[in-house]
């Protein structure tokens, strides 16, 4: 069966650290793969999104960036975190049957 | 933008049936409409979804008007646990960038 992995589920960061958050799937094979932010209270915003190793998407200008070294692996970094970047951040995944499958997601608080 | 909208908030009795309006207007003929719903601080969770044909699983029933350009998903007899923002989203196998609205936060009231 398939299933998704995101970790670490909370973490406390200080501003100007880096950041990694990965994201692994099994059970199947070439998925469509996405990061989401959610702040509090409002829905999901799209981040990131890849079709295939190396291909990455980025829908909102930020200080966040993308990798996809493998097919089931995601990975959401940052250089330097900003106050700003506090906030749940879920991975997903979406296989040709077109059904989204998501992790437990990340609680970021930047201090 | 997302390509769906709700109401960003709808209250409903424990026990009566909660019927959540969803309008995506400009739906294409390869995209399906998606439901989910979340907890608090958990990730979505899949519901239901349905392309033309009303749907009903053990969850919930999706009903889609002829058109494509509405759909009510009906839980039938709510209960407190099912206190969640409800998503109604459109997905196809070509959509890849999925984009999420705001959905509407149901509260089940004792």
């Known amino acids: 069966s398939q299933t998704i992995h995101q970790w670490p589920a909370t973490l406390v960061q200080p501003v100007g650290s880096p950041l990694s958050l990965e994201c692994t799937v099994e059970g199947t094979s070439n998925p469509n793969l996405y990061w989401y932010r959610q702040a509090a209270g409002r829905g999901l915003q799209l981040l990131f999104y890849?079709?295939?190793?190396?291909?990455i998407s980025s829908e909102v200008p930020q200080n966040l960036s993308a990798s996809r070294p493998q097919d089931r692996q995601f990975i959401l970094s940052s250089k330097k975190l900003l106050l700003s970047d506090s906030g749940f951040y879920l991975c997903?995944?979406?296989?040709?049957?077109?059904?989204?499958?998501f992790g437990q997601g990340t609680r970021l608080t930047v201090v | 933008d997302a390509k769906t909208t709700q109401p960003t908030s709808m209250d409903c009795a424990e026990g009566r049936a909660a019927n959540l309006p969803c309008n995506h207007s400009t739906i294409s003929g390869n995209e399906y409409v998606y439901w989910y719903r979340q907890i608090h601080s958990q990730g979505p969770q899949y519901i239901i979804h349905?392309?033309?044909?009303?749907e009903t699983n053990e969850m919930a029933s999706l009903i889609i008007t002829e058109d494509r350009k509405s759909s009510t998903l009906i839980l039938p007899h709510a209960t407190l646990r099912d206190t969640a923002v409800y998503y109604c989203?459109?997905?196809?196998?070509?959509?890849?960038?999925?984009?999420w609205g705001a959905g509407t936060k149901l509260i089940i009231k004792p």
């Open positions: 989203i459109v997905i196809s196998n070509s959509n890849y960038q999925l984009i």
């Open positions: 349905g392309l033309k044909n009303n």
């Open positions: 890849s079709v295939g190793i190396g291909q």
């Open positions: 997903a995944w979406m296989d040709t049957n077109t059904e989204a499958f």
